[in-house]
C-alpha cells in the first residue's frame, strides 16, 4: 500500500495526462466539462480521499483542510480503516454526502451567525439557502446546468477515489518464487 505522496503523484499524474490528451483528441467545444472533472479529481485527490478514516494519524488530505481537519473526527471515530471506506460505490459516496452534510451545517451557522448581526430572521436565512441549492438545479442557466456540473465534479471526484483504491491493491514488491 502507497503513502500518500505516492498517491498523490499517481492522481495528479492520471489527471494530467487526461487532460493533455484531452485537448489533443476532443474539439475545443467538448473540453467544458474537463474543468469540472479536473477539479473533482483535485478535491478526490488532495482533500477527500479513503484514508480520511485512519485513526491516530493525521493524514495529508486532513492537513489539506487546515483549521477545518476536525470536520473528518466523527467519520474516523465511527469508521474502520479499510472498512467501507475502501470500497469503490459506497466509500466515496459515503465521503461525498458527509461532506455536504458538514459544508451545510457550516453555511447554515455561517448564515446564523451573520443573521444574527444584522437581525435576520431564521425563515430568511433557509429561504435564502434553498434559494441557492435550486439555484444550481435552474433549466434556465446558459451555461452547465448544475446537476451536470455537479455530476462531472463527482465523477472527477469518483475517479480519484478509484485510482487511490487502485493502488492499493498494487503490492509493495515483488515477491520471488
Known amino acids: 500500500m502507497p503513502k500518500g505522496t505516492v498517491h498523490t503523484v499517481i492522481n495528479l499524474s492520471t489527471f494530467g495526462l487526461l487532460s493533455v490528451?484531452?485537448?489533443?483528441?476532443?474539439?475545443?467545444?467538448?473540453?467544458?466539462?474537463?474543468?469540472?472533472?479536473?477539479?473533482?479529481?483535485?478535491?478526490?485527490?488532495?482533500l477527500v480521499?479513503?484514508?480520511?478514516?485512519?485513526?491516530?494519524?493525521?493524514?495529508?488530505?486532513?492537513?489539506?483542510?487546515?483549521?477545518?481537519?476536525?470536520?473528518?473526527q466523527p467519520l474516523i471515530n465511527v469508521s474502520k480503516h479499510r472498512g467501507v471506506s475502501h470500497t469503490y460505490l459506497r466509500g466515496p459516496l459515503i465521503?461525498?454526502?458527509?461532506l455536504?452534510?458538514?459544508?451545510?451545517?457550516?453555511?447554515?451557522?455561517g448564515d446564523?451567525?451573520?443573521?444574527?448581526?444584522?437581525h435576520t430572521a431564521l425563515p430568511e436565512?433557509?429561504?435564502?439557502?434553498?434559494?441557492?441549492?435550486?439555484?444550481?438545479f435552474d433549466k434556465?442557466?446558459?451555461d452547465l446546468p448544475g446537476l451536470i456540473l455537479l455530476a462531472w465534479i463527482y465523477l472527477?471526484?469518483?475517479?480519484?477515489?478509484?485510482?487511490?483504491?487502485a493502488a492499493d491493491k498494487v503490492p509493495l514488491r515483488l515477491r520471488t518464487l
Open 125 to 136: 436565512l433557509l429561504t435564502r439557502q434553498r434559494a441557492f441549492v435550486t439555484g444550481l
Open 156 to 165: 472527477g471526484y469518483w475517479s480519484a477515489q478509484v485510482l487511490h483504491l
Open 21 to 46: 490528451a484531452a485537448t489533443q483528441l476532443l474539439p475545443a467545444g467538448q473540453l467544458a466539462p474537463m474543468v469540472p472533472l479536473l477539479i473533482g479529481g483535485v478535491i478526490g485527490t488532495v
Open 49 to 72: 480521499t479513503p484514508d480520511l478514516d485512519m485513526k491516530g494519524v493525521r493524514v495529508n488530505a486532513q492537513r489539506a483542510w487546515g483549521p477545518l481537519g476536525f470536520i473528518w
Open 112 to 118: 446564523l451567525i451573520a443573521g444574527t448581526l444584522t
Open 140 to 142: 434556465k442557466r446558459t
Open 100 to 109: 455536504t452534510a458538514v459544508l451545510a451545517l457550516l453555511l447554515l451557522l
Open 95 to 98: 465521503r461525498a454526502v458527509y
